[in-house]
């Protein structure tokens, strides 16, 4: 089974701009989380998507905002970059039964930076 | 505020020792308590811990969860430099949705 894939891997942009990530989780897999991970902050949370819509945010401005498809996949979108958003973006996804937690299996991640 | 706070932030060992990393959490209905291992990029799932008391493990690496104190430890014994990675606890709280709460990690350091 092919694990969860993230494009692009790595991602130049300019303060202002916007970017778009994309991931596709596990086949059969309908959560999708997404986190930035940064050496000051650690790992925190951004957002989860289950069955196209968005179950849970984290404490992130606006300006990060995310999708999800019929088909799983998802995408988020960052608008007016700012260099602190320079960060390694991981995506996760889990089969998320509805009794008992399911492990989160991440992407290799896309590395932002912002320049 | 859920709170994940792990202990040592730095371990540097030799070969063959034996580890023990420290996971303590603070979170309002608690699900579950994850271990990933991160070496270059993507975390990878070590283990899962649900109930208090019953012991994880796989190869050389288990883990125990005690809910009563709120806190988890993964052990490695018989350490490789293989291991040396940055390990992260992760604790779950039951909303409904899945989000995890991460520690600052463990960064692990094996020398020959």
């Known amino acids: 089974k092919a694990g969860v894939t993230q494009t692009p891997r790595y991602l130049i942009k300019t303060r202002g701009q916007q970017v778009t990530l994309s991931c596709s989780p596990i086949s059969g897999h309908r959560s999708v989380s997404w986190y930035q991970q940064t050496p000051g902050q650690g790992l925190q949370f951004l957002f989860e998507y289950f069955s196209e819509t968005q179950r849970n945010k984290g404490n992130f401005p606006g300006r990060f905002s995310g999708r999800q498809f019929s088909n799983s996949r998802s995408e988020m979108n960052v608008s007016t970059l700012e260099l602190g958003d320079s960060a390694l973006y991981l995506c996760?996804?889990?089969?998320?039964?509805?009794?008992?937690?399911?492990?989160?299996?991440f992407g290799p991640g896309t590395r932002l930076t912002v320049l | 505020e859920d709170k994940v706070v792990q202990s040592p932030l730095s371990l540097v060992v030799h070969e063959g020792d034996t580890v023990t990393l420290n996971c303590s959490y603070e979170?309002?209905?608690?699900?579950?308590l994850l271990w990933y291992k991160q070496e270059k990029k993507a975390p990878t799932f070590l283990f899962m811990l649900t109930s208090s008391g019953i012991e994880k493990k796989s190869g050389r690496l288990s883990s125990i969860l005690d809910k009563k104190e709120l806190f988890s430890i993964l052990n490695i014994t018989a350490t490789q430099t293989g291991d040396s990675a940055v390990y992260l606890c992760?604790?779950?709280?039951?909303?409904?949705?899945?989000?995890?709460?991460f520690g600052q990690g463990t960064r692990l350091t094996i020398n020959p």
């Open positions: 992760a604790v779950e709280p039951f909303q409904g949705a899945q989000k995890l709460v």
């Open positions: 996760a996804s889990s089969s998320r039964r509805d009794r008992g937690g399911d492990e989160q299996f």
């Open positions: 979170v309002t209905n608690f699900r579950s």
